[in-house]
C-alpha cells in the first residue's frame, strides 16, 4: 500500500517533470542528454533500459507517464531509438483531468449526501452541473423557509426570523422569501425593510406594483406618512390603473402632516397623469384656506375625474354639510362608482345629518345577504369613523350567526370587527370574538392582547401606528384608524435667542 501511495505521488508531479525535460531535449535536439535512458547503454529501441522508472516502487506504473517504456524478455525496455524520445502531454493533460474529475465527482457525491441528510430539497445534479450550482443556494433558502413558516406557524417568532434571515442569505433573489422578511421587519427594523422592498422593486421589475401596493401599505400601516407620500407621488404618474387609490394615500398624508409641497407640485405638473386631478387637488389646497371657495369648487361639474374624484368630491360635500346635495350628485352618477364607495358615501351621508332611520334600513340591506368579508370590512371601518351602538349589536349578530371561518381570507375582517368594538368600548364583544380569533390563529394571538390593551387605553400609551402593522385589515380600516387617532404633529423647532 505504501509502494502503491509513493508510485501515485511520483505520477502527479512525474507527468510535468518528465515530459518538460523531454521537451528541452527536443528542442535542444542531441545538444542535450536524453533525460530518461541510461546512458551506458546503446541508446537503440528494444535495448536501452529507463532509468525514470528505477525510483518507483513498480516500475511498470511509470508507462502511465510515458507508453514508450514495453516490457522484453530482458525487462521493461524503451522502444525508441533515443533520437525519437518524446514528451506525452496530451497523456498527461488526460490524467489530470480525470483525476480531477473523479476527485470532483466523489466530492460532490459526498456534499450530496450530506445535504440530503440534513434535508435539503437538492438534486445530484445541482452539485455536478456548473451551470446548476445557483439551486444549492435555491435549495438551503427553501429549506429554511420551510422551517421558518413552521415556526411562525407554531409562534416561535425568534427561531422563525433567524430561519428566515437564512433563508434570505442562502437565497437572496427569492422574491417570496425576501418579501416575507421585509413584512416582518417593517416594525422592528424598518429601515433595513424598506431597503428590502427598494432592492425588490429593482431586482424584480415584473413585481414592481405588487411590491409599490404593499411598501405602501406597510409605511402607512406604521405611520410613516413620509414615505407613503414619496410613494404614491410616484405611483399616481407610473399607475394610471390604481390613480384612485394613489392620490387617496397623498390626500390622506397630507392632511396627516399638513404638508403641501406635493399637491402644488403636482397641481402645477403638466404630466398627463396628472392634468385630471387638477379639480382635486386645487379644492383640497382650498379647503385649509378658504373654505367657502373650496365649497363652491365641490359644487362645480368635474366630467373628467377619475372615480375617486368623484368619491371624494361627495364625501367633502357631506363633511362641509352639504348632505343633500352630496347625496344628489351621488345618485346622478352612480354608475361612475362601485358598490362599496356608495354604501360607504351614504353610511357617511346619514351618520352626518344625523338619519338613524336611513342608516338602519341601509344596514339591514347590507346584511341581509350571506356576510362576506367585504361587507364586515365597509361596516366595520364606518363604526370607527362614526360609533353607533345599535348598529354595532346587529353586525356582531349576524357576525355570529354566520360563523364565518377564519381563514387567511377573512382574518382581516375578524380583525375589522374586532377594531370596532374596541372602538365602541364594548369589552364583553371584545372578549367574545377575541377568544374566537386565538383560539384559531396560535402563535399570532399574542397581537390581540396588544389590540386590546390600546383601545382600553384609549391610545394613551402608543400611537395606532404601533399596532396597525400587526394586525392584517383592509387599506381603509386602516385609514378609519389612524383618522380616528391621529398622530400628534412634530411642532416647529424653537430658536432661543
Request: with cysteine.
Amino acid at each position: 500500500m505504501t509502494g502503491r501511495l509513493a508510485d501515485l505521488f511520483r505520477l502527479a508531479w512525474g507527468l510535468v517533470y518528465w515530459n518538460v525535460r523531454k521537451t528541452w531535449f527536443q528542442a535542444r535536439r542531441g545538444r542535450s542528454p536524453c533525460p530518461c535512458q541510461s546512458p551506458s547503454d546503446s541508446g537503440r529501441a528494444f535495448e536501452t533500459r529507463c532509468e525514470a522508472c528505477l525510483s518507483w516502487a513498480d516500475a511498470a506504473r511509470f508507462r502511465r507517464v510515458c507508453p514508450l517504456l514495453v516490457p522484453t524478455p530482458n525487462g521493461l525496455r524503451c522502444s525508441v531509438d533515443t533520437p525519437q524520445v518524446r514528451p506525452f502531454w496530451g497523456r498527461a493533460l488526460a490524467l489530470y483531468l480525470g483525476a480531477g474529475l473523479a476527485i470532483y465527482l466523489a466530492g460532490a457525491c459526498a456534499l450530496f449526501g450530506f445535504l440530503r441528510t440534513v434535508g435539503y430539497p437538492i438534486s445530484i445534479v445541482h452539485l455536478v452541473w456548473p451551470p446548476s450550482w445557483h439551486r444549492v443556494g435555491q435549495a438551503r433558502g427553501s429549506f429554511f423557509w420551510g422551517r421558518a413558516q413552521q415556526a411562525f406557524a407554531a409562534g416561535r417568532m425568534s427561531e422563525g426570523m433567524l430561519y428566515l434571515t437564512n433563508a434570505h442569505e442562502f437565497d437572496p433573489d427569492n422574491y417570496a422569501i425576501a418579501f416575507t422578511l421585509a413584512q416582518r421587519l417593517q416594525l422592528t427594523h424598518p429601515l433595513r425593510a424598506d431597503e428590502l422592498y427598494r432592492e425588490l422593486i429593482h431586482d424584480h421589475p415584473a413585481q414592481r406594483p405588487l411590491t409599490y401596493q404593499l411598501w405602501f401599505r406597510t409605511r402607512l400601516a406604521r405611520g410613516d406618512f413620509a414615505g407613503v407620500e414619496e410613494i404614491a407621488r410616484l405611483r399616481l404618474l407610473e399607475d394610471p390603473d390604481n390613480a384612485s387609490v394613489w392620490m387617496r394615500a397623498l390626500v390622506f398624508v397630507s392632511r396627516q402632516t399638513g404638508e403641501q409641497a406635493t399637491l402644488r407640485q403636482l397641481l402645477a405638473s403638466e404630466h398627463a397623469a396628472a392634468i385630471p386631478w387638477r379639480p382635486l387637488l386645487g379644492t383640497e389646497l382650498l379647503l385649509r384656506e378658504n373654505r367657502a371657495r373650496a365649497r363652491i369648487e365641490l359644487t362645480r361639474p368635474w366630467p373628467d375625474i377619475p372615480p375617486y374624484g368623484l368619491y371624494y368630491q361627495i364625501d367633502e360635500r357631506i363633511e362641509l354639510g352639504d348632505v343633500i346635495g352630496a347625496v344628489d350628485l351621488l345618485e346622478a352618477n352612480r354608475p361612475r362608482l362601485d358598490d362599496t364607495a356608495i354604501a360607504a358615501l351614504l353610511l357617511h351621508a346619514y351618520a352626518t345629518m344625523g338619519a338613524t332611520t336611513s342608516r338602519d334600513r341601509l344596514t339591514t340591506s347590507l346584511l341581509a345577504p350571506a356576510l362576506t368579508a367585504p361587507t364586515v370590512n365597509l361596516l366595520a371601518a364606518h363604526l370607527i369613523r362614526h360609533p353607533d351602538s345599535a348598529t354595532l349589536d346587529r353586525l356582531f349578530t349576524k357576525f355570529e350567526h354566520a360563523n364565518l371561518a377564519l381563514t387567511d381570507a377573512t382574518l382581516e375582517s375578524h380583525l375589522a370587527l374586532f377594531c370596532a368594538i374596541g372602538v365602541a368600548g364594548d369589552w364583553a364583544k371584545l372578549q367574545t370574538l377575541g377568544a374566537k380569533i386565538r383560539s384559531q390563529i396560535g402563535g399570532q394571538a399574542a397581537m390581540l392582547g396588544v389590540a386590546e390593551a390600546f383601545f382600553r387605553h384609549r391610545g394613551d400609551d402608543a400611537p395606532v401606528a404601533r399596532l396597525l402593522p400587526i394586525l392584517p385589515m383592509s387599506l381603509e380600516v386602516h385609514y378609519a384608524l389612524l383618522e380616528r387617532y391621529p398622530a400628534p404633529r412634530p411642532k416647529p423647532a424653537r430658536f432661543l435667542p
